[in-house]
């Protein structure tokens, strides 16, 4: 039975590099070779043992390879084709993805139903973590890279600017909107770049890390805030004279930010959440104004699918967004271990790594 390495969840605090054999692929199917992955802040959480996950199962939801082999039944694909697929790999006929929430499908598919069910590699099925990985319902997920981009470029696609942008979509921002972004990792990152193009006329950038800010003035901020030395919520009601902002996002994951979040609102504001929470939030009774203040609490998963794959690769191919900055380290496949432990413990000013099998 032909081999290949992967990076499996073996238990709570450990990831390891394993054999694992290929994958046979069914009629719906492609089996793609993995040219460059990368690790996520949901990786890491499954590292930790916050989102709980099969033992035994392949990490990673982040591909760019090549097609190496296609089922039967998939069509509009040749092998040797360079492709990337989204973390969210949608059916396109399940009861989710008919009503318009395709990045929670999962119920009526042949994977059954999880929470954020849309959501299978590394969740629910082999991920990309790996030297080849399976994509289901693969003329649904499957998007053709141009052959102008390279790997590095089209990286993020799959899960962290679809979801970065989401943040904004999903929350509406409009022409001349102000828009707080509340921790500027990858996926704020993205948030930032995606409220700047969707035309918000000031977007400020909060984070704690220096060398993050001076990332978030290329994504497009207009200004930045260092939380270790300025109150954000002070700061962001004096640059939007009180008024506060119309979208505040966060994108960390943590009691604090989301409060903040809150607080910075104008009446009737959007807060937009992407973070994901490993303990219960509370919502505080004064920035909620008791559950008075027509505000709006959105929540949003990565779209996925061969569309969204599609046209946020025109974004990059069109030069209307630049994510390469992102990329701050590179480890081989045989290195991962060592990649999860500089990637966890953010250190060395890492953002995303590429790991090429």
Known sequence: MPMMKAAVFVEPGRIVLQDKPIPDVGAQD???????????????????????????????????????????????????????????????????????????????????????????????IDGCQAEYVLVPDAMANLAAVPDSLEDEQVLMC??????????????????????????????????????????????IGVDRLSNRLEVARKMGAD????????????????????????????????????????????????LSSLGVYSTDLTIPLGPFAAGLGDHKIITSLCPGGKERMRRLMSMIASRRVDLGAMVTHRFKLDDIERAYELFSQQRDGVLKVAITP
């Open 158 to 203: 799959p899960d962290i600017m679809s979801t970065g942008f989401s943040g904004a979509e999903s929350a509406g921002v409009r022409i001349g909107d102000a828009v707080a972004v509340f921790a500027q990792g990858p996926i704020g990152l993205c948030a930032t770049a995606g409220a700047k193009l969707s035309g918000a006329s000031l977007v």
């Open 223 to 270: 200004h930045v805030i260092d939380a270790s030395k300025t109150d954000p919520v002070e700061e962001i009601m004096r640059l939007t004279d009180g008024r506060g902002v119309d979208v505040a996002i966060e994108a960390l994951g943590t009691q604090q930010t989301f409060d903040a979040c809150l607080r910075v609102l104008r009446p009737g504001g959007t």
């Open 30 to 124: 492609a089996l793609i070779r993995v040219t460059t992955t990368t690790i996520c802040g949901t990786d890491v959480h499954i590292l930790k043992g916050e989102y709980p996950v099969e033992r035994g199962l392949t990490i990673g939801h982040e591909p760019v390879g090549v097609i190496e082999k296609l089922g039967s039944g998939v069509r509009g694909f040749v092998e040797g084709q360079r492709v990337i697929a989204g973390a969210i790999t949608p059916s396109g006929w399940s009861t989710a993805c008919l009503c318009g929430v395709s990045s929670q499908d999962g119920a009526g598919t042949r994977h059954g139903w999880k929470a954020m069910g849309g959501w299978k590699f590394g969740n629910t």
